[in-house]
């Protein structure tokens, strides 16, 4: 186990470059399996997840060379169609490998990712639209086989526009007989990438940022290289972390468009906020003021940076409301949070925060990815020192956070735990 010691009560100052966004590289991973022939990738960030991706992609054949934030992987001679059980729950997004396993094979097994420290995570609306697809699904022991003839476009509509059921219905059906077209589908910007990058390998996909998304199915793709786009939940990460202290930073190679939703929250906790092509500069005032959040799809406000404006708006004048409306139970750093002097409520679907003069150093834990970014947040305000511990959540997902924040002026160590 590894912990994060923050020294708090340093006014964070600088510049820092946003990562290759890790919610883009995993499918765009697993779609380099499609083609059967040579990707690059170019800004994939260093982080576990992407590890985790990788080592599935080996188990099932592909040569893949990492150099820094550079991937080579060669798909040409996959020899399994199975994502390991034990993989597959270590990271619940390893399901979608399963469509572009199947979209190029006929055939895959995997199991279900299970639930997670934010909620149940179901699959339904993935395996439906397989099932619409033409694919055969045998549900037992707990795995999942998917095989059919060959895949037929048709029309599937998600009853909710989940990201991941959309990205796995694009890499099912880029192969497919005819055209498929998806409904009410996500509009995440990861999911214009995914669009950018099939594309890039010769497949016909095209409405991806709206909600209706459709892919003509082609014979043969070809090999390709293609550059991640930046990650806007570490941009509004490293935006909020400057906003607690009191701080100014600039973002480069952030896009502004991705991170509007978060812009105008921070411009209505009384940051002002300025956009210049690919950089993002933020002057947050002397005390932030409180306000109203409710986490929707894109483009509403992101479910992922709920729990860093819940941390930021611990120490904002006034009260604070946020409404979670996209995972049940994603609640759980704040009673981290209040271990460290905050004044929060829950309410079924609803934080009510009452903002504190300042937070107080305290012994705290990463609850899951996001959580544990919140605790960082706090921990940059508090007075005296904050200890992370199990931050291995955190660097499931973020890049260098403790070096990129040490930079513009924040004090965090990396220390060894205990190994229980
Ligand atoms: C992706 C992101 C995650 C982000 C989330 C919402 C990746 C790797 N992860 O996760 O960081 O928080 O989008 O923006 O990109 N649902 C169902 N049935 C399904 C699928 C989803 O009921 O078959 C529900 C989920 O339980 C959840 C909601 O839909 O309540 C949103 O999930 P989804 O958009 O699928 O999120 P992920 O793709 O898992």
């Known amino acids: 186990m590894l912990n994060y010691i923050i020294q708090g009560g ?23 399996m499609l083609n059967g022939n040579q990707s690059k990738l170019y800004n994939v ?13 080996k188990i099932l054949g592909c040569k893949v060379k990492k150099t820094n934030n550079k991937i ?28 572009a396993i199947i979209g190029r094979f006929k055939n895959a097994i995997f199991s279900y990712p299970g639930g997670c420290d934010i909620g149940t995570r179901p699959i339904d609306l993935h395996l439906s639209g397989f099932r619409k697809l033409g694919i055969n699904i045998i549900e ?18 998600l009853d909710f526009p989940s990201v991941g059921a959309t990205e796995n219905l694009m890499l099912a059906s880029v192969y497919a007989e005819g055209e498929t077209v998806i409904t009410n589908a996500a509009m995440e910007p990861e999911i214009v990438d995914l669009q950018n990058f099939l594309n890039k390998m010769g497949a016909i996909v095209e409405g991806a940022g709206t909600n209706i998304i459709k892919i003509k199915g082609v014979n043969k793709l070809k090999e390709v290289s293609y ?37 105008s929250k921070l ?34 406000f992101p479910t992922d940076m709920q729990s860093i404006f819940g941390a930021m708006l611990t120490t904002a004048k006034g009260t604070s409301v946020i409404i979670e409306t996209i995972f049940e139970n994603r609640y759980k750093y704040t009673n981290e949070l209040i271990r460290m002097g905050a004044k929060i409520t829950i309410e079924g679907k609803m934080a009510i925060i009452k903002g504190v003069k300042r937070l107080s150093g305290a ?24 200890k992370i511990n199990n931050i291995e959540y955190i660097l499931r997902g973020y890049e260098n956070l403790d070096k990129k924040l040490n930079s513009i002026g924040a004090n965090i160590k990396i220390e060894e735990g205990d190994k229980n």
Not at 140 to 157: Q, Y
Not at 257 to 263: E, N
């Open 10 to 32: 340093n006014k964070l100052e600088g510049e820092v470059k946003v990562s290759g966004s890790k919610n883009a590289s995993l499918p765009i991973i697993a779609a380099s």
């Open 45 to 57: 960030p260093t982080i576990h997840d992407i590890q985790i991706a990788l080592k599935i992609l």
């Open 72 to 99: 080579l992987i060669d798909s040409s001679n996959i020899t399994s169609y199975e994502i390991p059980y034990p993989l597959m729950r270590q990271m619940r997004s390893s399901v979608i490998m399963a469509g």
């Open 140 to 157: 037992e022991g707990g795995f999942i086989r998917c095989s059919c003839d060959k895949i037929i476009g048709t029309e599937i509509h």
């Open 227 to 263: 550059t991640i786009m930046p990650d806007r939940i570490e941009a509004g990460t490293l935006l909020c972390s400057a906003a607690i202290t009191g701080g100014t930073i600039e973002l480069k190679n952030a896009i502004p468009d991705h991170i509007s939703p978060i812009l």
């Open 267 to 300: 411009e209505e906790c009384g940051c002002k906020t300025e956009v210049k092509k690919d950089k993002i500069s933020l002057i947050a005032p002397r005390k932030l003021i409180s306000t109203e959040i409710k986490t929707l799809p894109y483009p509403g």
């Open 363 to 386: 012994e705290v834990l990463a609850t899951d990815l996001r959580g544990g970014a919140a605790m960082v947040i706090a921990g940059l305000q508090a007075k005296g020192k904050t």
